[in-house]
């Protein structure tokens, strides 16, 4: 028997393979050496299972942020997409399919002739928006005549004056740019001319008119100016820099370093009723939150650090949305917050809640769409079971669909009839993929689709307190879309203005962005509300607060 590799010089020690003449005759001397090979047969095969994986991780990095460059913001499976793209690919084919006589006589007969199926059906398309003038009936109106001159009146044939036999009219809308203007605040002053002829000791009665209170004191701004930057910078997300750049166009030129101080102004004089919104979102049975980054500048290190900005959605009976600046991400800030809250909190899986949920006794809730992204995110590691569990969890959706309609307790009762037995069985397949069974080639313990298995199972207790037992289960949401959607004005903010200048300018941020979250919740225009706000707030006394709530400020329908 020839050898399987000679022993060549040049090789390494490691790489060579003994021939049967250098092999040892001792049978323990064999099995050592055979157990020696078979250990580090067994090593390679775990650097090959480790390197795939690192591979599979990578790449699933590498697609997730080509979906943030690239992509569409929806969580949806590349698989689901391209069945998508395929059937509207089909429509658009049978769409520019000549109509054959026969087969609408075919298509007629299987109906059964019915007067009905004769009629063509109407396709609805989507089009322009109807813009006829009951569309814009709420706009004010400027009416333009223009009638013939005294030249073009008297007939061209007698000479007699035409009458007037009547009008054709048509309309467009027109933008007027808005304009400042200076108000000049006129005091008259009146004093008793008999006092002072008779030089009485008092001296003379001087009176002088009184004037509404300012929102800043002595302020050179008045409240629609100021309605206008915070809805500018904290609706619109228009930084201070452009707004300077707009002024100076309608020829009023101030600094943006003015304007920053004007809006410190304004949330100082809407610090009470700050406070109050805080009062009644503590209120709500079920508050969702959610935090997300705002870089504040370090003084004189040319740098900025990584401060939060964290949301509190409160419930139906308690509608307000309230920001809160911290230096950190610590759960300092939530606990401070929540002291003393006992209903239930809908978050993502951020272990800071976890010590706030068990010291002030608070049910925690979880996010639906926050799993869900977890298997969309490891769907191209494997597409079989992240098809699989999107569908389960979109029947959940579609029960919640359903229940939107009901009320709290009949939506309860809906959810604990048809989404816990789902949910029951979707744990019993997590399980399942988790140990590998159905699942071609099984999953590794540190594989992508592991931890998105994991990640569900983990928050099992959490995800599933919208369809348990739970006196307020009726309230609690599926996810936690809507306080998520509320920060995306922190992330716009920050785009355009990159970062907060210091502690204080971020509590303004946090102050402004509430009131003008809690109008759009409530289809409010901020800059109307702001402006009458701000002209009354001053003379309110604090037993009247509520009034200027928004939803109450709505309510009371102001004009």
């Excluded at 067994?42 to 599979?56: F, I, T, W, Y």
């Excluded at 035409?162 to 200076?182: K, M, S």
């Excluded at 009644?280 to 900005?309: H, N």
Aim: with cysteine.
């Amino acid at each position: 028997m020839g050898s399987v590799m000679d022993d060549t010089p040049n090789q390494p020690a490691s790489l060579r393979i003994a021939t049967p003449a250098s092999l040892p005759d001792d049978p323990a001397a064999l099995r050592a050496m055979i157990a020696t090979l078979m250990h580090r047969v067994d090593a390679l095969e775990a650097d090959k299972q480790e390197l795939s994986l690192r591979s599979l991780r990578l790449e699933m990095e590498l697609l997730k942020y080509k979906k943030w460059m690239y992509g569409s913001r929806a969580d949806r499976l590349a698989s689901l997409g391209e069945v998508n793209q395929m059937l509207l690919g089909f429509g658009e084919e049978l769409d520019r399919r000549p109509v054959q006589p026969a087969d609408a006589a075919d298509a007629s007969a299987a109906d059964g002739g019915s007067a009905a199926s004769s009629v063509p059906s109407r396709r609805v398309r989507r089009g322009r928006r109807n813009l006829g003038a009951d569309a814009f009936a709420l706009l004010p109106v400027t009416r333009c005549e223009h009638d013939l001159t005294e030249d073009q009146k008297p007939c061209p044939c007698c000479g007699t004056l035409r009458e007037r036999i009547g009008q054709d009219v048509t309309w467009q809308i027109e933008y007027v740019p808005g304009h400042f203007e200076r108000l000049e605040h006129v005091r008259f002053k009146y004093a008793c001319k008999q006092c002072e002829q008779n030089a009485v000791p008092t001296g003379p009665q001087i009176q002088r008119a009184d004037k509404p209170d300012a929102a800043i004191d002595r302020g050179l701004a008045g409240p629609g100016l100021l309605a206008f930057i915070v809805t500018g910078k904290f609706a619109d997300y228009t930084p201070l820099y452009r707004l300077e750049d707009i002024f100076s166009r309608g020829g009023f030129e101030i600094a943006r370093s003015t304007m920053s101080l004007w809006c410190r102004d304004v949330a100082e004089l809407l610090t009470p009723l700050y406070k109050l919104m805080i009062e009644r979102v503590l209120k709500s049975k079920v508050i969702g939150t959610d935090d997300t980054i705002m870089p504040m500048q370090e003084p004189g290190a040319g740098k900025t650090k990584k401060a939060r900005m964290w949301v509190y959605a409160g419930d139906e009976g308690q509608p307000y949305n309230i920001f809160d600046f911290t230096l950190s991400r610590s759960r300092d800030g939530p606990s401070q917050f929540l002291k003393g809250y006992t209903g239930t909190l809908i978050a993502d899986a951020y272990g800071g809640y976890d010590g706030i949920v068990v010291g002030n006794a608070i049910t925690r809730a979880g996010c639906w769409a926050h799993a869900r992204r977890k298997f969309v995110e490891a769907e191209a590691s494997h597409p079989a079971v992240a098809a699989e569990a999107v569908g389960i969890i979109k029947r959940l959706y579609a029960i919640e669909e359903r229940g939107k309609s009901l009320d709290l307790e009949a939506r309860g009762v809906l959810r604990r009839e048809e989404s816990a037995p789902i949910l029951a069985a979707l744990k019993q397949k997590l399980f399942a993929w988790r140990d590998g069974e159905g699942v071609e080639g099984g999953l590794l313990p540190k594989h992508p689709m592991t931890q998105a298995i994991g990640y569900a199972l983990n928050q099992w207790e959490p995800l599933t307190v919208f369809a348990g037992p739970h006196p307020d289960a009726g309230r609690v949401p599926i996810d936690n879309n809507a306080s998520e959607r509320e920060m995306k004005r922190i992330v716009l903010n920050r785009k355009n203005s990159l970062f907060v200048g210091h502690e204080r300018a971020g509590r303004t941020a946090a102050i402004l962005s509430s009131l003008t979250s809690t109008c759009r919740r409530h289809a409010i225009d901020p800059q109307r509300y702001l402006t009458q706000l701000l002209v009354n707030l001053p003379g309110t006394p604090i037993s009247r607060l509520d009034e200027w709530l928004p939803d109450e400020w709505k309510r009371r329908g102001t004009p």
